[in-house]
């Protein structure tokens, strides 16, 4: 398979600060709710400050586990990229999606 090469796409700039604001009022501190979404602490730094665009794993995941509203959790949805991280067609394997 090709490697598939992408622009890197910047999210809205109120995404990081929603985020982070997000994070807060469900009591997490950084590295807590990095290790509760199973990430990074580094990334999720970079999410919330609008440095990254979540894959749509991530973003399913940061809704869930930060609470979002429904605004919120659409603002992320419509943000989020199908082909990043885990998403990228280049890592998935036959087993978990076939063709």
Known sequence: MEPMIRERRLPP????PMLAAARMRAGLRGREAARLLGLSQSYLVRLESGQRVPSMTVAGRLAERLGL???ERAALLTAAVDDA????PARTTAATHPR
């Open 85 to 88: 991280g885990a998403d990228h």
């Open 13 to 16: 700039p109120e995404l990081g």
């Open 69 to 71: 509203s429904e605004d």
